[in-house]
């Protein structure tokens, strides 16, 4: 069967084909027809670059309370600088050279207790004394004060927080010590049992090397 599209077009019902000027219709605008506009395009984001991940350095992974100060404060006076500490003993070391401080030169000036704190680091850095700080001070025969190798009990009042911020500016080396080097000390009425030399003599103590 055939059917001629003039036939069509014209027997068309109202409100379709009906009154439709075929001259008009160019084959331009019917190519048109199925031409998406632009805002018609949907616009697809470009997919994101995967960025590989960036392994931090060992001073980013620090926690920044931990990393250390760009520059180290100074002091005035020695005074100043046990002022500056807090009395937390955090850690062994530090306990056990506090509590020499305290047992040996609570009494004594600054620069006595400092210089106290420096014969027990001098010692541990020797190689001719255990290799640390607690191990120094329980050294067998070497502190009255110790019992048992152990330190006695304390009692946390003014004299020991003043023991504990003398402990951390000698570990920090805040502050030079009139002793330096030294690595005995006695009473001055008392010499070391071995041949030394006399490097300072500060309140009731004559250090030695």
Request: charged share 20%; net charge neutral; aromatic share 6%.
């Given at each position: 069967?055939?059917?001629?599209?003039?036939?069509?077009?014209?027997?068309?019902?109202?409100?379709?084909?009906?009154?439709?000027?075929?001259?008009?219709v160019?084959?331009?605008?019917?190519?048109?027809?199925?031409?998406?506009?632009?805002?018609?395009?949907?616009?697809?984001?470009?997919?994101?670059?995967?960025?590989?991940a960036?392994?931090?350095?060992?001073?980013?992974?620090?926690?920044?309370?931990?990393?250390?100060?760009?520059?180290?404060?100074?002091?005035?006076?020695?005074?100043?600088?046990?002022?500056?500490?807090?009395?937390?003993?955090?850690?062994d070391?530090?306990?056990?050279?506090?509590?020499?401080?305290?047992?040996?030169?609570?009494?004594?000036?600054?620069?006595?207790?400092?210089?106290?704190?420096?014969?027990?680091?001098?010692?541990?850095?020797?190689?001719?004394?255990?290799?640390?700080?607690?191990?120094?001070?329980?050294?067998?025969?070497?502190?009255?004060?110790?019992?048992?190798?152990?330190?006695?009990?304390?009692?946390?009042?003014?004299?020991?927080?003043?023991?504990?911020?003398v402990?951390?500016?000698?570990?920090?080396?805040?502050?030079?010590?009139?002793?330096?080097?030294?690595?005995?000390?006695?009473?001055?009425?008392?010499?070391?049992?071995?041949?030394?030399?006399?490097?300072?003599?500060?309140?009731?103590?004559?250090?030695?090397?």
């Amino acid at each position: 069967m055939t059917f001629s599209l003039a036939g069509l077009l014209g027997n068309s019902a109202p409100g379709h084909a009906t009154g439709i000027d075929r001259t008009t219709v160019s084959l331009t605008a019917l190519a048109n027809l199925n031409a998406l506009s632009p805002q018609n395009v949907p616009q697809v984001a470009p997919a994101a670059t995967p960025v590989a991940a960036v392994e931090k350095t060992a001073i980013e992974k620090t926690a920044p309370e931990q990393l250390a100060p760009a520059e180290e404060e100074e002091f005035d006076t020695l005074a100043q600088a046990v002022a500056a500490q807090d009395s937390a003993a955090a850690d062994d070391a530090l306990q056990c050279l506090a509590g020499a401080i305290y047992f040996e030169s609570k009494g004594e000036p600054l620069t006595g207790q400092l210089a106290v704190a420096e014969v027990i680091i001098n010692r541990a850095k020797s190689g001719r004394f255990p290799a640390d700080v607690c191990a120094v001070v329980k050294q067998r025969g070497q502190f009255s004060f110790v019992r048992g190798g152990q330190i006695p009990t304390i009692t946390k009042g003014a004299s020991y927080r003043t023991a504990v911020a003398v402990a951390k500016v000698a570990l920090a080396s805040a502050w030079n010590s009139p002793a330096d080097k030294a690595l005995y000390f006695n009473t001055p009425d008392r010499r070391p049992s071995v041949r030394a030399i006399k490097v300072a003599s500060i309140g009731n103590h004559v250090f030695y090397r």
